[in-house]
Nanobody, 127 residues
Framework: QVQLVESGGGLVQAGGSLRLACTAS????????MGWFRQAPEKEREFVAG????????YYVDSVEGRFTISRDNAKNTVYLQMNSLKPEDTAVYYC????????????????????WGQGTQVTVSS
């Protein structure tokens, strides 16, 4: 069992930056691909970024490419999402998720491929 806890959300003006962190319990974190998703009111949960178990592969949705960076520190059981040049349309609850297929290099964009989820952290970008 893996528990995920997100932190780092908040209110920021358009053009600003935030760094989200997701810390996992357990010793299996380093085996798993990780993803960040977001969900705005009355919208479906959307894939934002993902990273392979080793950190060698990353993948982003087009709308955040070049502005967001996903990274991980397996020694700290933590995955990060650095968000720069934030826009009002980035406003959402952000969730981290773990795909418990050991050591795979593929990064899924589908929520149902992820097995563990955090509780979410609110990001609000004002115009």
């Amino acid at each position: 069992q893996v528990q995920l806890v997100e932190s780092g959300g908040g209110l920021v003006q358009a053009g600003g930056s935030l760094r989200l962190a997701c810390t996992a319990s357990g010793r299996t974190f380093s085996r798993y691909a990780m993803g960040w998703f977001r969900q705005a009111p009355e919208k479906e949960r959307e894939f934002v970024a993902g990273i392979s178990w080793s950190g060698s592969r990353t993948y982003y949705v087009d709308s955040v490419e070049g502005r967001f960076t996903i990274s991980r520190d397996n020694a700290k059981n933590t995955v990060y999402l650095q968000m720069n040049s934030l826009k009002p349309e980035d406003t959402a609850v952000y969730y981290c998720a773990a795909d418990d297929s050991d050591y795979v290099q593929t990064i899924s964009r589908k929520p149902y491929d992820y097995d563990y989820w955090g509780q979410g952290t609110q990001v609000t970008v004002s115009s």
